[in-house]
């Protein structure tokens, strides 16, 4: 198994970073236009990309209000399949660091790359949307 790491400075209140993780609004505002989501541990999140072409459907594991957002992947791209994304948000200097994992994955591949490298550019855009500076979703359609 192998799993993914990034982590990030954001000077923004846990709270705000903890919004933009767990709301269709927030979602849409730095990964995709597509973007669905409960707010409730139990519940589901979805996200499509490029026309729905591919989509990620989720299981809310757990949610933590400036803390934590757990989500498992339920299946659809067979890499993704049984992959588990945290966030984990702390106060620390007067910001929120920011730890995200995409742990499970099977195998280090083309796609693991691939995603890898895309988690840490969302991971700027994120940023950027919860100080403000207005990104946009990075898949549009």
Not at 21 to 48: H, I, M, P, Q, Y
Not at 49 to 61: A, C, G, L, P, W
Not at 101 to 130: F, H, P
Request: aromatic share 12%; net charge neutral.
């Amino acid at each position: 198994m192998a799993d993914l790491h990034h982590q990030i400075p954001i000077k923004a209140s846990p709270e705000q970073v903890y919004a933009a993780l767990t709301s269709a609004k927030g979602l849409r505002g730095w990964w995709t236009a597509d973007s669905k989501t409960d707010n409730e541990v139990g519940g589901s999140a979805e996200f499509g990309f490029d026309k729905r072409s591919t989509v990620f459907r989720m299981t809310i594991e757990d949610l933590q209000p400036g803390k934590l957002v757990v989500w498992k992947c339920r299946g659809d791209h067979p890499e993704w399949s049984g992959t588990r994304l945290t966030w984990k948000m702390s106060a620390e200097n007067g910001m929120t660091v920011l730890r995200f994992t995409q742990e499970g994955w099977k195998a280090v591949t083309e796609m693991y790359a691939i995603c890898n490298t895309s988690w840490g550019e969302l991971m700027y855009r994120l940023k950027d949307y919860v100080e403000g500076k207005k990104p946009g979703p990075h898949w549009r359609d």
